[in-house]
């Protein structure tokens, strides 16, 4: 932690008087803008970099506040202001150099230039288009638009309310996603979509070959930590029950479709350690293990290997079984406990 009297010292932090309840502060995809919208106020302010480090190079400041912070003066850092409408929250952008507010009051999204060096300085800082969206737009999406490379093309909008737009399933209605074509000079509505959970805020819209999703576990990896177990993997040749007092540990083999081992026998107040190896090379080829008077239920994707433990309290037979429909023989993966007195 930096304490602050070390970031006033070392020059780490400023402040700017930004006219009003500030809200969504968005970096231009160069680094270059700083993009405040104003909640309450109709203008979306936009600071340029260059002049943040060129006025506190030159200590241009017009005080401190009162824990000994500079206030750098707001006219030699502002690149430009725009009037993008009412309730303006959030901001992104494109790759030609053009910015998309949110405007929550208004219900809309405003399409507003950069200046240079995407646009001339005639014509920076213009509101280029404005398109109304369904209802209560929060946050917004472009493709990649939070990051170096926007992909232009596509924006979400994401709007916290639905009302009357989806068929009524229950007081709660879903949040509605709108999708809109940016690719031409006007925005254009093209789809709805109804979401069905709570308050959609930051998201990231990438291209599919951005994601590098590794389908199965390399062997003893525990999704849980990341990391591998080798103590704890169990092949179906190695599996096996290890008894010592009050402990019966047993490394198990989980495949299409049955447990190894399928019986397990235990005394009343041991221990039952379990480890569960998914040895599954397939992607998707999910397993479950279920042991219900023990409340355990845990989810085992391709290779995953997990660990559960519970103590055994009553005599009698007890099954355990898979919880993901995984072939034809699911309702035969199943094995059983057994507690003795
Ligand atoms: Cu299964």
């Known amino acids: 932690m930096i304490p602050l009297e070390t970031a006033i010292a070392e ?16 970096i231009a995809p160069r680094g270059d803008y700083i993009t405040v919208s104003g909640k309450l106020d109709p203008h979306t302010t936009v600071y340029g970099f ?3 480090l060129k006025a506190i190079d030159a200590k ?11 206030v750098l003066k707001f006219d030699a850092v502002v690149a430009g202001k725009v009037e993008v409408g009412a309730g303006p929250l959030h901001t992104q952008y494109d ?9 929550y009051l208004e219900s ?10 995407y646009h001339a300085a005639a014509d920076a800082f213009k509101l280029v288009d404005k398109v109304s969206i369904h209802y209560n737009i929060g946050h917004l999406a472009t493709a990649q638009g939070d990051t170096m490379d926007p992909q232009g093309k596509y924006l979400v909008a994401m709007n916290k309310w639905s009302i009357d737009r989806h068929t009524n399933v229950g007081p709660l209605h879903p949040q509605n996603f709108q999708l809109i074509v940016i690719s031409g000079q006007k925005m254009e509505l093209l789809a709805d979509m109804p979401i069905g959970f709570g308050e959609p805020h930051y998201a990231q819209m990438v291209k599919a070959d951005v994601i590098k999703a590794h389908e199965v576990y390399e062997p003893g990896v ?17 599996a ?19 447990f190894t081992p399928d019986v397990i026998t235990a005394k009343v107040g041991d221990r039952v350690i379990v480890h569960l190896t998914n040895s599954e090379q397939t992607a998707d080829a999910t397993h479950g293990f279920a042991v219900p008077t023990k409340n355990v239920m845990v989810s085992l994707d391709p290779g995953e290997t997990t660990t559960v433990q519970f103590v055994v309290d009553r005599p009698g037979t007890y099954s355990y ?15 059983w406990l057994i507690v003795e007195k």
């Not at 790759?95 to 405007?103: E, F, I, M, R």
């Not at 809309?108 to 060096?117: F, R, S």
């Not at 096996?240 to 479709?257: A, D, L, Q, T, Y």
């Open 321 to 335: 079984y898979c919880t993901e429909f995984c072939s034809a023989l699911h309702l035969e993966m199943q094995g």
């Open 50 to 52: 260059d002049r943040i």
């Open 222 to 238: 525990s999704a849980a930590s990341n990391q591998k177990n080798p103590d704890a993997i169990a092949g179906e040749k190695d």
């Open 240 to 258: 096996r029950i290890v008894r010592r007092p009050g402990v019966v540990e047993v490394w198990m083999n989980v495949i299409r479709s049955h």
């Open 11 to 26: 020059g780490l932090l400023y402040l700017v008087p930004e006219p009003r309840s500030p809200h969504g502060v968005d």
């Open 60 to 70: 241009n400041f017009e005080g401190k506040d009162r824990y000994g912070i500079p």
């Open 95 to 103: 790759n030609q150099g053009n910015a998309y507010t949110s405007l």
């Open 108 to 117: 809309a999204v405003a399409k507003w230039t950069l200046g240079e060096p």
